[in-house]
Nanobody, 124 residues
């Protein structure tokens, strides 16, 4: 499955963005999906994840209450709605996919497919 992330940009502190991840090649409905992020000089980290059926979601503690992950399997698209953005949220955001049920949503190594990343920059 190929993943294409979009929606990043430059926003001010407190602003909002909605990231999208479009899947192609195969239906994404068999895959758990997640967003990870990587800031300059730091390791890639889990941000949010959602199971194949959209029933279960998980969020990193530093984002909880400020982001919502959702999916539309009919459109093969996963979204990350972000609000109250902070400068420390500045990073490249990657979407990823793994077979449903294989490991925890937050387990980076379990994800087989990755998008190219979209840059989010939050100015102070």
């Amino acid at each position: 499955v190929q993943l294409q992330a979009s929606g990043g940009g430059l926003v001010q502190t407190g602003g909002s963005l909605r990231l999208s991840c479009a899947a192609s090649g195969r239906s994404s409905s068999n895959y758990d999906m997640a967003w990870f992020r990587q800031a300059p000089g730091k390791e890639r980290e889990f941000a949010a994840g959602i199971t194949w059926d959209g029933v279960t979601t998980r969020y990193a503690g530093f984002l909880k209450g400020r982001v919502t992950i959702s999916r539309d399997n009919a459109k093969n698209t996963v979204y990350l709605q972000m609000q109250s953005l902070k400068p420390e949220d500045t990073a490249v955001y990657f979407c990823a996919a793994k077979m449903y049920g294989s490991a925890w949503l937050s387990t980076l190594s379990a994800y087989n497919y990755w998008g190219q990343g979209t840059q989010v920059t939050v100015s102070s």
